[in-house]
C-alpha cells in the first residue's frame, strides 16, 4: 500500500520537475484541477462498477464494459450514474482514455480542453448543481498558455507528463481514510509556500488553521460553519477534522470566495475530503460588497451558524466600493462604519453578524485591530461593552508565507455571562524556525487550547482581564498592557558585585531544587556574609548529587514505570488498529493521555512530553498504522517494497529501483540486531581503512618537505591533483631502490598500505553488498517475535529515556541558573578595581618602552 506520506512526497516532486519556471500559483490550477478530474473519472466508474454489479477490479476491463454499456444504453445508463453522484463523465472524456491515447501515441491537447469543457454539461440540474458548475469552465486552466511550454508539441509533453502522474493513483479508495483530501490539502500548502505573497489569497496555514479549529471545535456543539473568506476551505475542513465522526456527517458547511480560482479550488477541496454535496454551500462572490447568506425565510436577515472562521485580507483598503451604510444590519452592533482605509473590522462585524447565539467564531487579524483609535477604536469599545470579546491570542511573526507581521486570533461570542474577563494569551514566544519562517509546534498548538479550555493563568503567558482593567487601559487591548513579559536574565545585585557571594534572594528563586532537594542545595552553600552564599562545591559535584539523590532517583522510576504502562498500552492498539478512520481518534487518545500521565509530576513540561508524542506520529506511526490498517501488522511487517532512488542529473535524471526495503520494519534495525556480527566486520574493516588514509596522508605531507628523508623516496610518487601517491610509481620506484635501504623501506610501506586499503575495499564493498541482499530477504522470514522486537524499538525506541529527561530538565536549568550566578558575583568590586590598576600599570609600562626604542631608533 502507498502511503500518505508517500503519495504527497511524489506528487510535490512530480510538482516541482514538470512546473519548470512556471509561477507556483499559476502552476497548482493545472495539477489541483486535474487531480480533481481524475477523482470525478475514477467515481464514475466505481459507480458503474457497483451499480451493474461487475466483481472485476481491473480498470481497463471496467472501462471497455462502461463503453460498451454506454453504446447499447446511452441516456439512461448516464442517467443512472448521474442520479447517484450528481455528475458522470463520459466514456470518451474518462482521464482513463487520456491514459490510453498517451500509450497509442494518439494523444491530443484538444481533448482534454474538450472533456473538461463537457464535464458541465453531464451536471444534473438539481439544487446540488451549484457545486459542480463552471469547476472547469470558469477556472483558470489554459492548456494554450506558452508557460507550459513554448509550442504545441512542448506543451503537449509536459501535459502528457501531468497527467501520467496521477495515473496509478485509485482516488476512490484514497478518499477511505481521507489520504485522498489530506493529500490536496498538503499541495495547496506547499504551493502556498512557494508563492510567496500570493499565498494570502487561497491558504491559511494549518498551524494557524489547528489553533483556531481546536478552539472552535471545543467550546460549541457544531452542526453548521460558515467561512466567509473561504480560500481553499483549509479552515473549514480542519474545524471539521476535529469533530466526532457523527459531528461530521451531519455538518453543513457555508463559503465565500472573490476570487474564482480559488472559488473552484474551494469546491474541489471540500468534495476531495468526502463532503456531500448537499452539505456544502459555496459562492463565488465579494463577502463586504453585500450580505450573504441571507435566510429564506426571514429576507434581510443573515442565516446564522455555529461556528464561524475566518482569515480574511489584512487592512483592505477601499472596501466599501458599494457605499454602504451603518444601518447595513452587518454594521449597526458597531454604531459606526470600519474605516475605509482598514477593512479589518469590516470582515468581523459580517462574521458576527452570522453568528449563532451560542456559537464560537474565530478570526486571524492584525495586532492594529486591537489598538488603533478612530472608528477602531469606537467599535473595539462597543465590543467590549456589549460583551463579544472573549480571547486575544497573540501569535509569532512570519508565521504566514505573504506577510512577516505578527497576527492574532480573535475569539468572539454572543452568549458570555456579564462580568466574564476577557482571556488574554501571549503565545508570540512559542516556535521553531524553519529557514525564513517561525513554525508553532504541537505542543505549542496544545498549550494555547487548554489555555483557552481552562481559561487559566499563567505568568508572563495568558491573563483574565476584567471590564474594569480593560476601560482603564481606554479599551486599547494590546497584549502587552496585560502581560508582562518574564525578565529572563536575573536583576543584578550591587552589594553582592561589591562585596561576593550570591544573594540568598537568588537562592530562593531555585523553587524546583528547593522543593526536590533542599537539603543538597544547603549543604552545596557557604555563607560569607548576612544574606550572601558562596558555592562549597564544583558545579559538576553538585550536579552529581542532585541528580543521584534518592528522591529523584524514586521520582525517575516512577515514570518509567507509568511511561512503560503507557507504551505497553498503546503498543497492542497500534498493532491492532483495522480501519484508518481509527488512527486519528488513536492518536488524539495518545496525546491527551501523555498530558494526563506527566501532570502527575510536579515541574514537569507537559508539553515537551506532548512534543514526544507527536513526533511519533509525525515521523512514523501515521505511515505505519495506515499500512497496518490495510492489511495487519504481521503481514506488513513481512512486507517488502522497491526503494526507489534519482540517478542521473539534468535530462539524464531517472528514478530506478535499488534494492527491497521493508513496509514497516526498517532495514536498519534488522541490520544492528539481526546481522551485528556482519555489521561489527565491517565496522572493524572501515576502522582500519581510516587509520591507513591517516598514515598515507601523513607520509604524504613528509614527503613535501623539501630536503626530508621522505621527499628523497616517495615524492616521485606523488599526484600533486590528487594529493595522494601513485601505485604504478611507487612499484616502478621500488625496483629502482636498493634493499635494506631507508627509502625503500619507505617505498615498500607505501606499497603495503596501498596494497591493503585495496584489498579491505574490495572486501568491504563485498560484505556490504553480501549484507544488504541478506537483509532484504530476510525482511520476508522475519517471525512474529523478532517484528515485535524491532517496531516496538522503531516507535518507542528512545522514549523512556526522554521522557525521563523531563524530571531532571528543570533542575539542571536551575543548575545553570546556579553556575551563572556563581560566575557573575565571583570576582568583586575591589578585587576588579585592583586588577584594572595592574592591567592599567602594564600597559603604562608598556608605552614607556615603546617611547624609549622609538627614541632610540631616531638616533640610529
Do not use: C
Not at 456589549?386 to 491570542?393: E, Y
Not at 511519533?616 to 517488502?640: M, P
Amino acid at each position: 500500500m502507498i502511503t500518505s506520506d508517500e503519495i504527497k512526497k511524489r506528487l510535490w516532486d512530480g510538482a516541482n520537475e514538470l512546473r519548470g519556471s512556471m509561477d507556483a500559483s499559476r502552476y497548482k490550477d493545472y495539477m489541483l484541477g486535474l487531480m480533481f478530474y481524475k477523482f470525478l473519472s475514477d467515481k464514475t466508474l466505481d459507480t458503474f462498477k457497483k451499480t451493474s454489479g461487475m466483481k472485476q477490479n481491473d480498470e481497463k476491463e471496467i472501462v471497455q464494459a462502461y463503453r460498451e454499456a454506454y453504446e447499447q444504453y446511452g441516456e439512461q445508463l448516464v442517467s443512472m450514474i448521474r442520479n447517484v453522484l450528481g455528475y458522470y463523465v463520459l466514456p470518451d472524456n474518462l482521464y482513463q482514455t487520456w491514459l490510453e491515447d498517451i500509450r497509442t501515441g494518439e494523444f491530443e491537447v484538444q481533448k482534454v480542453t474538450d472533456s473538461l469543457n463537457s464535464f458541465e454539461r453531464t451536471i444534473a440540474v438539481t439544487g446540488d448543481s451549484d457545486d459542480f458548475k463552471g469547476l472547469f469552465s470558469n477556472s483558470t486552466i489554459d492548456f494554450t498558455d506558452t508557460a507550459l511550454g513554448s509550442n504545441l508539441n512542448e506543451r503537449s509533453k509536459n501535459i502528457k507528463s501531468l497527467i501520467l502522474l496521477f495515473a496509478d493513483l485509485n482516488m476512490v479508495a484514497l478518499q477511505k481514510g481521507d489520504v485522498l483530501g489530506d493529500a490536496y490539502e498538503y499541495l495547496i500548502g506547499q504551493f502556498a509556500m512557494e508563492s510567496g505573497k500570493k499565498a494570502g489569497e487561497f491558504y491559511t496555514p494549518h498551524q494557524v488553521s489547528e489553533v483556531m479549529a481546536q478552539i472552535v471545535a471545543k467550546t460549541s456543539k457544531i452542526e453548521s460553519i460558515y467561512d466567509p473568506t473561504v480560500g481553499s476551505g483549509s479552515l473549514l475542513l480542519t474545524v471539521r477534522k476535529h469533530l466526532t465522526e457523527d459531528a461530521q456527517k451531519n455538518l453543513t458547511y457555508y463559503g465565500q470566495e472573490k476570487n474564482t480560482a480559488t472559488y473552484n479550488l474551494t469546491r474541489m477541496n471540500l468534495l476531495l475530503h468526502g463532503v456531500r454535496p448537499e452539505k456544502m454551500t459555496i459562492r463565488n462572490g465579494d463577502t463586504l460588497a453585500e450580505d450573504w447568506p441571507e435566510d429564506p425565510q426571514r429576507p434581510n436577515e443573515g442565516i446564522q451558524f455555529d461556528a464561524v472562521v475566518m482569515n480574511p485580507p489584512y487592512s483592505v483598503k477601499n472596501w466599501n466600493k458599494s457605499d454602504l451604510k451603518v444601518s447595513d444590519p452587518r454594521f449597526e452592533i458597531a454604531g459606526v462604519l470600519p474605516p475605509d482605509s482598514k477593512g479589518d473590522y469590516a470582515f468581523l462585524l459580517h462574521g458576527l453578524f452570522h453568528l449563532g447565539q451560542h456559537g464560537t467564531m474565530a478570526i486571524v487579524l492584525p495586532h492594529g485591530v486591537l489598538f488603533r483609535g478612530g472608528t477602531e477604536g469606537e467599535i473595539r469599545k462597543r465590543l467590549v461593552d456589549k460583551n463579544r470579546i472573549d480571547t486575544i491570542i497573540g501569535l509569532p511573526d512570519k508565521l504566514f508565507t505573504n506577510t512577516g507581521i505578527p497576527v492574532a486570533v480573535i475569539i468572539l461570542k454572543k452568549n458570555r455571562n456579564i462580568g466574564d474577563p476577557v482571556l488574554m494569551i501571549d503565545a508570540s514566544k512559542d516556535f521553531i524556525k524553519v529557514g525564513k519562517q517561525n513554525v508553532l509546534q504541537e505542543k505549542d498548538i496544545a498549550k494555547i487550547a487548554d489555555t483557552y479550555t481552562e481559561r487559566r493563568e499563567e505568568k508572563g503567558y495568558s491573563h483574565l482581564a476584567t471590564r474594569e482593567e480593560i476601560m482603564k487601559n481606554e479599551y486599547n487591548l494590546n497584549i502587552p498592557r496585560y502581560i508582562e513579559s518574564i525578565e529572563e536574565d536575573i536583576p543584578h545585585d550591587v552589594d553582592a558585585h561589591l562585596f561576593g557571594g550570591i544573594p540568598r534572594s537568588n537562592i530562593a528563586e531555585l523553587k524546583v531544587l528547593q522543593s526536590t532537594v533542599p537539603i543538597i542545595l544547603e549543604q552545596s552553600l557557604k555563607e560569607i556574609s548576612d544574606g550572601y552564599v558562596v558555592l562549597s562545591s564544583s558545579i559538576d559535584e553538585i550536579t552529581k548529587n542532585v541528580l543521584n539523590d534518592p528522591r529523584v532517583i524514586e521520582k525517575s522510576e516512577e515514570m518509567e514505570v507509568k511511561i512503560t504502562a503507557y507504551m505497553n498500552k498503546y503498543w497492542q492498539a497500534l498493532k491492532n488498529i483495522e480501519d484508518v478512520n481509527q488512527i486519528a481518534e488513536l492518536k488524539n487518545e495518545m496525546l491527551i493521555e501523555i498530558k494526563n500521565v506527566l501532570s502527575e509530576f510536579n515541574h514537569v513540561d507537559v508539553y515537551d512530553g506532548y512534543q514526544i508524542i507527536a513526533e511519533i506520529w509525525k515521523n512514523t506511526l501515521t505511515d505505519d498504522t495506515e499500512i497496518i490498517a490495510s492489511s495487519d501488522f504481521y503481514t506488513a511487517g513481512r512486507t517488502r517494497v522497491p526503494r526507489m532512488v534519482i540517478k542521473g542529473t539534468g535530462k539524464k535524471k531517472r528514478i530506478e529501483q535499488d534494492g527491497w526495503m521493508g513496509s514497516i520494519v526498517p532495514n536498519t534495525l534488522i541490520t544492528k540486531h539481526l546481522y551485528s556480527g556482519e555489521l561489527a566486520e565491517i565496522k572493524a574493516k572501515k576502522t582500519r581503512l581510516q587509520e591507513i588514509e591517516t598514515e598515507l596522508a601523513d607520509l604524504v605531507e613528509a614527503a613535501k618537505v623539501e630536503g626530508s628523508e621522505e621527499e628523497f623516496a616517495l615524492g616521485e610518487t606523488l599526484n600533486d591533483k590528487e594529493n595522494a601517491f601513485l601505485v604504478g610509481s611507487v612499484r616502478a620506484e621500488l625496483k629502482e631502490a636498493k634493499k635494506d635501504t631507508a627509502e625503500y623501506a619507505l617505498l615498500k610501506n607505501v606499497e603495503s598500505l596501498l596494497n591493503e586499503k585495496a584489498t579491505l575495499n574490495t572486501k568491504t564493498n563485498k560484505l556490504e553488498k553480501e549484507l544488504k541482499q541478506a537483509t532484504e530477504e530476510r525482511i520476508l522470514t522475519l517471525t512474529d517475535d523478532e517484528i515485535d522486537h524491532l517496531m516496538y524499538e522503531k516507535w518507542f525506541g528512545n522514549v523512556l529515556e526522554k521522557m525521563v529527561r523531563l524530571i531532571e530538565n528543570p533542575l539542571k536549568e536551575e543548575l545553570h541558573t546556579l553556575e551563572r550566578l556563581q560566575e557573575r558575583y565571583s570576582e568583586t568590586l575591589s578585587e576588579m578595581e585592583k586588577e584594572s590598576e595592574r592591567l592599567e600599570k602594564q600597559l603604562e609600562a608598556m608605552m614607556q618602552e615603546l617611547v624609549v626604542n622609538e627614541s632610540w631608533n631616531k638616533r640610529n
